[in-house]
Structures are given as C-alpha cells and as structure tokens.
C-alpha cells in the first residue's frame, strides 16, 4: 500500500504546500520514501526521498516553488535498493510535455507489459509499476497525452490508484474493481485526489464523492471530467476490506463508509460473536486495535481503558532490529500499565494477528504485569491468504493462522482464550454489500482472473 495526493488549481495558486499537507495526513500509509512532482516551465520537477515525509522533503526548497497542479506520493514497501529513481513520483519529459505518475497498487501483468515495452525499444530506470505506465503514455505520442492515459490504463490488470501530473492537468484514476481508495475533494477552486478523505480535511477541502471503480478523472482549466477505463462495469467491485481493519486512518471515510464506524462494529460484533464472562476491563492495543475495543467493551458493558500505553514517537523505521533490541521487545513502543493489570481479567482486542509475533508479546508483557487472565480478541478473520492486490508484504508461510490450528496459536501467544471475527461479521460491520468487498486475504475469495 501507499498514499497519494493529488492538486490542480483552477484559480492558478500554486499547491505544492497542500500536497506536502496532504502527504502528512497519508503518512501511515508509507513511510519508507516520500515525493512531489510538479512542472516548471514545461519540465517536469520534483521533491523526493527516504523515510519520513519531513526527512525526504525539505520543506523550506520546496516553499520557494510554485505550482498549480502537483501530485505526491508515500511508499510503504521498502524499497528493493535505495536508489532516488525508484522513489515515486516517476517524472519525464516527452513528446507532448512533462508526465509524473505516483500510483498505489500491484499491476499484475506489469512483467508482460515491460517485456513488450522493452521489445519496442523502451529502458526501464526503475522497479516501479509507474515507470511502466509511463512507458505505455510516451509511446503513444502521436496521441493526446489523456486519450494515452486512458489507452493505458486499459491495458493494466491488478490493482491501482493513480494519479498523472501532465503539463495542465491532473489526471485521477481507479482501477474497474475499485480495490484501492481514492477520493475527490474541492475548496476554492482547487480539486483534490486523495487515496483518504483524511488528508482532504488537513487542507480543508469537501469531501465530493469517491473515485468509481474504473472511472478516470480529468481536471483541468475547465474543471472536472470523468471518462470510464471499460465501457462495460465489472459485475462486482472489489473494496478492500483490510482498508477498514488496519490500513485507513479511522477519520477517513471510504466508499461512503466511515472507518471509525466500522471498527466499532466489528468490537461490537466481536463481543457477541466471542464474549467473555466477568471480564475486569477491555484494552485495545494502540493504535490499531483501539477503536475495535472500545466497541468491545460498550457491547460487553465491562469498562474499556487505555491499558497499554504507547510511545507516540516512535516511527516504524526508527529501529534496526538488533539482538539488544530485540530483547527489550516490542516495549519500546507499548508499554502496559501493571496496576490495571495486576490479579484482573482482561480482554485485549487488537484489529488482526498476521505472522503472530505482536500478540505473543503483547501477551507475554501483560502477563509479566501479574494479570490474572489474558483473553485476546480479534477484530478480523484469520489472514490465511496473502494479498495478490498491493500488500505484498506477507508470504503465506509466514501467516500465523496457515502455520497452527486456533488452539496452538492461543498457546503459542500465551492467552487464556484466543477467538476472532467470523467474516460474514466483518462484511456486515463494514456495512457494504458482499459483492461490493474484497476479503481475499481472510477468505481465499480471490478473483478468478487473477
Ligand atoms: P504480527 O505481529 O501478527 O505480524 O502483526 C500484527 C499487527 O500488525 C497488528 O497489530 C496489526 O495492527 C498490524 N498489521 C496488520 N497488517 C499489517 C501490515 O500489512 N503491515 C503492518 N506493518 N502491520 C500490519
Ligand atoms: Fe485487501 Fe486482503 Fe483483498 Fe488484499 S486480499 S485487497 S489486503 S482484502
Ligand atoms: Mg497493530
């Protein structure tokens, strides 16, 4: 997964702070490098680095630089080798003018794509997907750089939200089963793509509606257009459901969904699906599992406390994971409250167990604070499929759930009783139809062509 941002200003202010803004608000969804790109006197420019939005971008450079249409980027993945040419937005100048792409997502047939780019001629700087893309736009330059955009969004498969900066416009995209978020905002006379409704809120925009699956929206000097990837809609829609378990921010709202509401439910659900009896308080682990716990505790009416602390500064790529740091454990970052612990009954709800390693120490800590019983809720299904649409991170051998059986986890993390979401729950709690929701990862429910 990553973030992307995208702003054209009808009214010709320049936008390049808003992007940075909007790129502070998506910071969850990446942190390992950051980019802006925009177009000086008909050359695409840009911003671009490593780690954190702050540390990638020097934000004094790019305050003396004007734009009316920029687009941004943050990538979760780490990046195969740290070299500035894979760090997104890709950026050329071709035939018809200068192009920069940020896309968040896994085109499938990327390696099919390349080879016949390749044959043609083109040379790949890059590992991105975006590159690629790219390629696809500049070798139709006989055509209008749009038309080419949409001539190559047809030809992708897999997953995608994305954004194309051309010379005057801003190009917003969604791929036919609409698993990526992306939605459009508007303040002003400035429209806004964002991949959450989160960061159009930091820069004070409206919320106008989300992105359709396979829809591809222009703006420019006359406003907004919309065009479609296929004519034909595909009979269902894919919306990933691990957007509203763990990766949107809970103040977004996605697919008209609101995060903070979903995760509720799936507490609430969670309580009355896997409840237990005479528990002494109910505590998320933060962030992630917190908004779940709290739906928890209301259905289980058992007091809810913020029992497990955590270091708000700690970033994910502060620590190289040496053998000492290892040992100090996961309390560099959470840290329980021992009183609240000590000789209770607690639940502890946390939104998803994938290779397992959180939970057993979390636990592990817990314990080690004298509570009487440890009881750990999940807010999801058991992930026993890896993701085949952009959260590319987990191999299946590593998924906690695919190695042992419920009863053998619960052992292995340490917790008196182990229980989680069932999926009709989840799709319920998320409050959008079955047909209209991607749950691959938990069911195995893959599409057929891929
Ligand atoms: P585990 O230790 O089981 O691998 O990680 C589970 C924890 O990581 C959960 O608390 C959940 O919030 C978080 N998590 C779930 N999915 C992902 C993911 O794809 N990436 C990252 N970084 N964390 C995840
Ligand atoms: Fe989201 Fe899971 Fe589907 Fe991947 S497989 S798109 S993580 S629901
Ligand atoms: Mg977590």
């Given at each position: 997964?990553?973030?992307i941002?995208?702003?054209?200003?009808?009214?010709?202010?320049?936008?390049l702070?808003?992007?940075?803004?909007?790129?502070?608000?998506?910071?969850?969804?990446?942190?390992?490098?950051?980019?802006?790109?925009w177009?000086?006197?008909?050359?695409?420019?840009?911003?671009?680095?490593?780690?954190?939005?702050?540390?990638?971008?020097?934000?004094?450079?790019?305050?003396?630089?004007?734009?009316?249409?920029?687009?941004?980027?943050?990538?979760?993945?780490?990046?195969?080798?740290?070299?500035?040419?894979?760090?997104?937005?890709v950026?050329?100048?071709?035939?018809?003018?200068?192009?920069?792409?940020?896309?968040?997502?896994?085109?499938?047939?990327?390696?099919?794509?390349?080879?016949?780019?390749?044959?043609r001629?083109?040379?790949?700087?890059?590992?991105?997907?975006?590159?690629?893309?790219?390629?696809?736009?500049?070798?139709?330059?006989h055509?209008?750089?749009?038309?080419?955009?949409?001539?190559?969004?047809?030809?992708?498969?897999?997953?995608?939200?994305?954004?194309?900066?051309?010379?005057?416009?801003?190009?917003?995209?969604?791929?036919?089963?609409?698993?990526?978020?992306?939605?459009?905002?508007?303040?002003?006379?400035?429209?806004?793509?964002?991949?959450?409704?989160?960061?159009?809120?930091?820069?004070?925009?409206?919320?106008?509606?989300?992105?359709?699956?396979?829809?591809?929206?222009?703006?420019d000097?006359?406003?907004?257009?919309?065009?479609?990837?296929?004519?034909?809609?595909?009979?269902?829609?894919?919306?990933?459901?691990?957007?509203?378990?763990?990766?949107?921010?809970?103040?977004?709202?996605i697919?008209?969904?609101?995060?903070?509401?979903?995760?509720?439910?799936?507490?609430?659900?969670?309580?009355?699906k896997a409840?237990?009896?005479?528990?002494?308080?109910?505590?998320?682990?933060?962030?992630?599992?917190?908004?779940?716990?709290?739906?928890?505790?209301?259905?289980?009416?058992?007091?809810?406390?913020?029992?497990?602390?955590?270091?708000?500064y700690?970033g994910?790529?502060?620590?190289?994971?040496?053998?000492?740091?290892?040992?100090?454990?996961?309390?560099?970052?959470?840290?329980?409250?021992?009183?609240?612990?000590?000789?209770?009954?607690?639940?502890?709800?946390?939104?998803?167990?994938?290779?397992?390693?959180?939970?057993?120490?979390?636990?592990?800590?817990?314990?080690?604070?004298?509570?009487?019983?440890?009881?750990?809720?999940?807010a999801?299904?058991?992930?026993?499929h890896?993701?085949?649409?952009?959260?590319?991170?987990?191999?299946?051998e590593?998924?906690?759930?695919?190695?042992?059986?419920?009863?053998?986890?619960?052992?292995?993390?340490?917790?008196?009783?182990?229980?989680?979401?069932?999926e009709?729950?989840?799709?319920?709690?998320?409050?959008?139809?079955?047909?209209?929701?991607?749950?691959?990862?938990?069911?195995?429910?893959?599409?057929?062509?891929?």
């Amino acid at each position: 997964m990553s973030g992307i941002f995208g702003a054209y200003s009808v009214k010709n202010k320049t936008v390049l702070e808003e992007i940075y803004l909007g790129l502070y608000a998506l910071q969850h969804r990446g942190q390992e490098s950051a980019g802006i790109a925009w177009a000086r006197g008909g050359h695409a420019a840009s911003a671009r680095g490593f780690g954190l939005l702050h540390n990638a971008i020097d934000q004094h450079k790019l305050s003396l630089e004007e734009a009316n249409c920029a687009i941004g980027h943050v990538r979760y993945v780490p990046l195969e080798s740290q070299q500035l040419h894979n760090v997104l937005p890709v950026c050329a100048n071709y035939a018809r003018g200068p192009i920069a792409i940020a896309h968040d997502g896994l085109i499938t047939n990327v390696g099919e794509l390349k080879s016949q780019l390749e044959a043609r001629g083109a040379i790949f700087q890059s590992a991105t997907n975006s590159e690629a893309i790219l390629h696809m736009v500049a070798q139709k330059s006989h055509m209008e750089p749009v038309d080419a955009i949409v001539d190559a969004l047809k030809r992708l498969e897999g997953s995608y939200a994305i954004a194309v900066l051309l010379e005057d416009a801003l190009v917003a995209a969604r791929d036919p089963y609409g698993f990526k978020p992306l939605v459009l905002g508007e303040r002003d006379g400035t429209y806004y793509a964002a991949s959450e409704s989160c960061a159009l809120d930091i820069v004070g925009a409206k919320l106008l509606r989300d992105v359709e699956p396979g829809e591809i929206v222009i703006i420019d000097r006359r406003g907004m257009k919309s065009l479609r990837v296929r004519h034909e809609r595909p009979s269902r829609c894919m919306h990933c459901s691990f957007e509203y378990v763990y990766t949107a921010r809970p103040d977004s709202i996605i697919d008209g969904r609101s995060v903070y509401e979903a995760r509720k439910e799936m507490g609430r659900r969670l309580a009355l699906k896997a409840p237990c009896a005479n528990a002494d308080l109910v505590a998320g682990m933060p962030d992630s599992g917190t908004i779940a716990a709290i739906g928890y505790a209301q259905a289980a009416g058992a007091p809810f406390e913020m029992a497990v602390v955590r270091n708000r500064y700690v970033g994910r790529t502060f620590i190289q994971p040496t053998q000492k740091v290892r040992e100090l454990g996961v309390k560099i970052k959470l840290n329980p409250i021992a009183e609240l612990f000590r000789d209770r009954r607690a639940v502890i709800v946390d939104d998803s167990i994938v290779r397992g390693t959180t939970a057993e120490r979390i636990v592990t800590m817990i314990r080690s604070c004298g509570a009487g019983e440890v009881h750990l809720r999940i807010a999801s299904p058991p992930v026993l499929h890896p993701c085949r649409y952009g959260i590319d991170t987990r191999k299946e051998e590593t998924l906690a759930a695919v190695r042992m059986t419920l009863t053998e986890l619960c052992r292995k993390v340490g917790a008196d009783s182990l229980d989680y979401l069932t999926e009709e729950d989840l799709v319920a709690a998320i409050g959008l139809p079955e047909d209209r929701l991607c749950t691959a990862c938990f069911s195995g429910k893959y599409l057929e062509k891929y």
